[in-house]
């Protein structure tokens, strides 16, 4: 990292606009009286120029120039995306199916 511009890691929230994510950053501190673990959140635009982040996904988000009237980040790396997950039968798993007259079958997953 050569240069000295801040960068912060957060959770993508939402991806509606062009070239645009919205970066939701969680960060904990303790409160200096009580010393409960409070969890704070802000949500910064940020630049993304592939247009190719999807909600969910982690990302480590560096500062810019301003690019609009909100927009004064960049999505640097995709730390981590969040996959769709495949359910799968298992092979023990009974499938109900209706036959022709309407009654209720059960079926062995193959």
Partial sequence: MANKRRR???RVV????????????????????YKKVIKTT???MAHDE?????????????????MSKNKRWVVE???????????QTLPDEKILQNDE???????AAE
């Fill in 50 to 66: 592939s247009n190719a982040v999807q909600v969910g996904a982690l990302v480590r988000v560096v500062e810019s120039q301003p």
């Fill in 14 to 33: 939402s991806d509606k606009m062009e070239k645009t994510v919205v970066v939701a950053i969680e960060r904990q501190k303790l409160h200096p009286i």
């Fill in 77 to 87: 790396e995709v730390l981590e995306t969040m996959g769709k997950e495949e359910l």
């Fill in 101 to 107: 007259a309407g009654e209720v079958v059960e079926e």
């Fill in 8 to 10: 912060l890691v957060g």
């Fill in 42 to 44: 802000k949500k910064v």
